[in-house]
């Protein structure tokens, strides 16, 4: 289950940026999370649920942006990949390869696994404008 090892190093990485700017609850957390991370969200989910309790995270709204693959080829062609299915698993996976040649892909977006905005708040700032 690497999504828990995963969702483990991100809420670190958040509750020590929120220690950063003194916040008092950390109340939403963005990701991006490519396609090809074969990342369950809610698997992720859980752990986040889990790892944030009793922290500044807890309660926290967390929003997943899945990110789809883009590939490049050196024929020119550049967008989604195709897909295959191995019907006795029940499962789809990414055919990394050029759907217009055949050829080598270079992968350019669907494996990221991004921090994008983090949420917080602070006992010092004013409610007032």
Do not use: W
């Amino acid at each position: 289950m690497h999504e828990f090892s995963t969702m483990s190093s991100i809420v670190a990485t958040v509750l020590e940026e929120g220690e950063k700017h003194d916040a008092t609850a950390i109340t939403r957390v963005v990701l991006d999370i490519g396609e090809l991370t074969f990342l369950g969200e809610e698997q992720l989910r859980f752990a986040f649920q889990v790892l944030s309790e009793d922290t500044l995270l807890e309660g926290a709204e967390m929003v997943v942006n899945r990110v789809a693959p883009e590939v490049r080829c050196d024929c020119g062609y550049t967008g989604d990949v195709e897909y295959d299915e191995k019907k006795e698993f029940h499962v789809r996976f990414p055919l990394l390869r050029c759907p217009e040649c055949g050829g080598s892909v270079e992968v350019r977006r669907g494996r990221e696994c991004l921090i994008k905005h983090i949420e917080i708040e602070r006992d010092d700032v004013s409610a007032e404008g």
